[in-house]
């Protein structure tokens, strides 16, 4: 009886002890899909299901609509097993053999680890809700539409080697790393994109085009990165998005301290943060002094002459007190709280290129931390407080740039360039009609290229080999 007893115990304990792995298992890959910050893509907005699909992802070719990765097995990921999943997530092709985009970071996510992948796989299997509806399918223009053609530019561009820890840096310098080139995908915003939509190693960091809004240089430059910020200033803005009298997140970066970075442990901020020090320091082109410097707050009417106005009813004077001043201050000086950010000392201000300006103006800004929504509204069609044509966007941005930043003039020009979507790469400028060739060329040139190099590095091996024999 005892012998029984002790034996169903037994079976209990280990059991009770294998649940609980599992239960850590799908914790740990909750915990990752946050830092991979796969909800902000794959969940539509205004109340769509998790991870059913449905959000467009705007790219300089078109709108790219991410997929359902609920486990629902009519029209999500429910029938991939975890090497199909791996090899979705690691090299960006699905079970079906179909390619996917790049837009989906799989080519920073290709260093996570096996041990992580699992995770990921057990969480999206067993703890996310089934959602059996078919989400909205991309449809790209010719002929970025042929998906076999990302074949040969996985064969150029993707580096399919996982994480290595570099042995001469500390765990969390090693740990910032991971995060930072893998589960985050920072470079997939943060970097320029070069001919073939690839991004630019040299300029790792240096920047990125983001459409209407523009990914700033984060490497280690006091002047055009983040050089100057102070370690707590970076911990502190990666949590919760803002940092007062000096930035605030907007765009992309306000998407991802929502759905990703705040909700992140404080040791990994802190990783994240020793890592983004090492970062080579790229110069940011027309910046003369960091963007959080420029400013300083105008005095009062009949203090001091405001700057930069008139007194017609579309100025930026004007235009800036009735529609700013009320949260901004007629200082500029935000409010003592720092829940509306100040203008003076705040990099979107002063940033070389006035495009995150404009487009927090005419797009607005939508954050939510720690069940605090900080929303300013947009100065677009359809505002519930006034639109602004291009030329009135331009003449508030120019009245706050000419008072708290570097002074230059904006043009209606400018804000008209950023509501089309910004600066579009070499790739999307060439007439439709050439694309093709341009495209088929160019990937021909560069596959030659490569294989000259592997043969080659093939032919060194061999020599080296037969030398040490």
């Known amino acids: 009886m005892n012998k029984l007893f002790l034996g169903a115990v037994t079976l209990l304990l280990a059991a009770t002890s294998q649940v609980s792995r599992a239960d850590d298992t799908v914790e740990r890959g909750r915990y990752l899909s946050v830092a991979a910050d796969c909800a902000a893509c794959h969940t539509a907005p205004k109340g769509g299901q998790p991870y059913a699909g449905g959000y467009a992802i705007t790219s300089p070719l078109g709108d790219i609509w991410a997929s359902n990765i609920t486990p629902s097995k009519t029209h999500g990921i429910g029938k991939y097993s975890e090497a199909d999943f791996a090899k979705a997530v690691r090299e960006g092709v699905r079970k ?21 992948v699992h995770a990921l796989y057990t969480y999206f299997m067993q703890d996310v809700k089934p959602v059996d509806a078919e989400a909205r399918q991309t449809d790209l223009p010719f002929p970025f539409n042929i998906r076999a ?113 705040s909700k992140l442990h404080d040791e990994d901020i802190a990783a994240i943060v020793a890592y983004m020090r090492s970062v080579p320091a790229v110069a940011e082109p027309g910046a003369s002094k960091a963007a959080f410097a ?7 009417p009949g203090e001091q002459p405001v700057r930069g106005t008139d007194a017609s009813p579309s100025s930026g004077g004007v235009l800036y007190s009735g529609l700013c001043a009320s949260c901004h201050g007629a200082h500029g000086e935000g409010s003592k709280d720092g829940y509306y950010p100040s203008l003076v000392h705040n990099t979107t201000v002063g940033l070389a290129r006035p495009q995150n300006l404009l487009a927090a103006i005419a797009k607005g800004v939508d954050r939510e931390v720690g069940g605090e929504h900080v929303l ?79 043969a080659r590095a093939e032919k060194n091996k061999n020599k080296h080999n037969k030398a040490s024999a």
């Open 149 to 261: 053609s990302m074949a040969v530019w996985n064969l150029l561009y993707l580096d399919k080697a996982t994480f290595k820890p570099d042995p001469s840096k500390d765990a969390q310098w090693n740990r910032g790393a991971y995060l930072v080139e893998g589960l985050e995908h920072c470079s997939s915003c943060h970097t320029p994109r070069g001919l073939m939509m690839q991004e630019v190693g040299s300029q790792a960091f240096a920047g990125g085009s983001l459409g209407d809004w523009y990914a700033p240089n984060i490497t280690s430059d006091k002047i055009g990165g983040i050089g100057g910020w102070s370690d707590a200033q970076l911990a502190q803005y990666l949590k919760t998005g803002r940092v007062h009298g000096l930035a605030q997140a907007g765009g992309g970066m306000a998407e991802a301290v929502t759905n990703s970075l």
């Open 96 to 116: 079906d053999g179909a390619h996917l985009y790049p837009a989906m970071p799989y080519t920073s996510y290709a260093k996570l680890t096996d041990e992580d």
């Open 294 to 300: 420029w400013g300083d707050a105008v005095k009062a």
């Open 376 to 454: 300013m509204p947009h100065f677009s069609e359809g505002s519930h407080v006034q639109p602004l044509t291009d030329a009135e966007v331009a003449s508030v941005a120019t009245y706050v740039r000419t008072n708290f930043g570097p002074g230059d003039q904006v043009t209606a020009e400018q804000v008209a360039h950023m509501r089309a979507g910004g600066d579009k790469p070499l790739l999307a400028s060439v007439p439709r009609l050439m694309l093709p060739a341009v495209i088929i060329g160019v990937l021909v040139l560069l596959a030659l290229v490569l294989l000259v190099r592997r």
